[in-house]
């Protein structure tokens, strides 16, 4: 008996869909009423961005099309009522934005875009905004911009295709539409600024690559921030942007260089075993961009004084340095440095050395802390900034985009140098995480000639961030590629017999 109660519920629910008046009327009987699409959105519970895809051919399913179609008739009813009242008044013939041109209607929360941004339906750019909601107003953009095509005359776009098995009565809802995102995929509707930005330089230059790239590179630095605040939004963490810095912070002279010890490495093995050797010059990629996740101190630096560490903090330290009795095959932590005694160093400076002293290694005796500038720090405080600009990396690599890959190098390179005191940024003036991010890339080759000494090559050179020479079979420890977890050769040569490479030579 059950069965045939669920089959009578079944049929109870059955039926067709509610008959909706063309796109083009919808968007017309909302703003006769003098309503936004803020204003009906609400109402239905729905998002001012679905409000505008109905509006320009896609079709609501379930319980909310009939909630439409009651507004919809609602809206009809009313407008007669008041076109019988009144003669002067007619009733709404077809989209006004006819009239006006696309994206110019009657509603306050459409906008035109400056530089096209992803649209919410078709993923492709758009130069319409939506109560804050990028997209295309005339459907056939939108279905073009899915098929490739040259749009003809306004049409609905199709639904995809659903393996869900819809509910009775109801059209089977819309789809997610999906982008490649790197490894991973994500919502089409997801902002993409480098991407938008790429495809409004290239239309602005007429697809001049060369000219689209030098503007790029040109805005690298507000588009950075502009990508730092879109990432940000949700975030746990509040930043303070504009902090009180101690004097170790500041420029010395106008042209001089603050107190921190950044640990840039310039250090060459000082011999070789006799014979001829090759010599391989690896470039770390991306170097900077990795330093991105490092722990960067949030508010502004406290001082403190004692030989403690807090890791729940980060900033710069005063340390005396350990002494480094390796220099003959692993280059020292804290760079070349040629006076003994104290100095400021960094948070992944410090960070390094207490590892290093550890246990696990017992390099080096562990550095002694005389006092510190710090505040508390979060190693993920960039993630969402450092990973959208990794993707767009791997993709303008995958794609042989050369124009994304320097507008994006220009992004993250800029990004770290003017943090300090520049006039190019003016919106983040964090000097201390200049230094951290600096220090953190310096770390990271560290460990990179740790790893090479480790698996049994011979570490020959390690210079700045980004270049490590070694000899031996390279490759069966690091893989070779353009990716940030991968190397690539930037040059081979030979040491000669029983000579080893020159010190002095920063070549």
Not at 72 to 97: N, Q, Y
Request: charged share 25%.
């Amino acid at each position: 008996m059950a069965d045939f109660e669920a089959i009578d519920a079944l049929l109870a629910r059955a039926g067709k869909d509610v008959a909706l008046p063309p796109a083009e009327e919808r968007r017309a009987l909302r703003e006769e009423l003098n309503l936004s699409r803020a204003d009906l959105a609400r109402a239905l519970g729905v998002s001012p961005s679905t409000v505008g895809g109905w509006e320009t051919g896609r079709e609501p399913s379930g319980d909310v099309r009939e909630k439409y179609a009651y507004f919809l008739e609602g809206a009809r009813t009313k407008l007669a009522a008041a076109c019988a009242e009144d003669p002067a008044v007619e009733e709404p013939e077809g989209d006004v934005s006819a009239v006006d041109g696309p994206g110019v209607g009657q509603d306050d929360d459409v906008d035109v875009l400056a530089v096209a941004r992803p649209c919410v339906l078709c993923g492709q750019p758009a130069l319409q905004e939506v109560a804050g909601y990028p997209q295309h107003l005339d459907p056939a953009e939108c279905a073009a911009a899915v098929t490739g095509t040259t749009p003809a005359a306004p049409a609905a776009p199709s639904p995809p295709p659903s393996t869900a098995r819809p509910h009775s009565g109801a059209r089977p809802a819309a789809g997610v539409r999906i982008v490649p995102a790197g490894r991973r995929v994500q919502a089409a509707d997801t902002p993409d600024l480098i991407a938008s930005a790429v495809a409004a330089a290239l239309e602005e230059h007429a697809g001049d690559t060369d000219a689209a790239t030098a503007a790029l590179i040109k805005r690298a630095i507000p588009d950075a921030m502009a990508l730092l605040d879109h990432s940000r939004k949700g975030g746990r963490y509040d930043v303070i942007a504009h902090p009180w810095l101690p004097e170790i912070l500041r420029k010395q002279t106008a042209r001089g260089a603050d107190q921190i010890w950044e640990a840039r490495p310039r250090w060459t093995r000082p011999e070789l075993p006799p014979g001829e050797h090759e010599v391989t010059a690896l470039d770390v990629n991306g170097a900077y961009l990795s330093a991105l996740k490092t722990h960067l101190p949030l508010g502004q630096l406290e001082h403190s004084t004692g030989d403690h560490h807090d890791r729940r903090r980060a900033g710069v330290h005063l340390i005396t340095p350990p002494t480094w009795e390796h220099d003959a095959f692993l280059p020292n932590p804290i760079g070349s440095r040629d006076e003994p005694g104290p100095l400021w160093v960094t948070e992944p400076t410090l960070r390094l050395l207490l590892r290093l002293s550890g246990p696990k290694y017992g390099l080096c005796e562990p550095p002694e802390i005389h006092e510190s500038w710090t505040s508390g720090a979060t190693e993920g405080l960039l993630e969402k900034f450092r990973v959208a600009l990794k993707d767009a990396r791997e993709r303008a690599i995958d794609n042989g985009d050369e124009v994304t890959l320097e507008y994006v190098k220009a992004m993250y390179s800029k990004f770290v140098s003017t943090l300090g005191e520049s006039n190019y940024n003016r919106e983040l003036y964090r000097t201390d995480w200049m230094h951290l991010i600096r220090s953190q890339a310096f770390a990271n080759l560290w460990w990179k000639a740790h790893r090479a000494y480790d698996e049994g090559l011979m570490v020959v050179r390690a210079m700045g961030t980004d270049e490590l020479h070694v000899i031996g079979d390279w490759r069966a420890v690091f893989p070779e590629g353009r990716g940030v977890t991968e190397v690539k050769i930037k040059d081979i040569y030979t040491v000669g017999v029983g000579v080893g490479p020159d010190p002095a030579d920063d070549s």
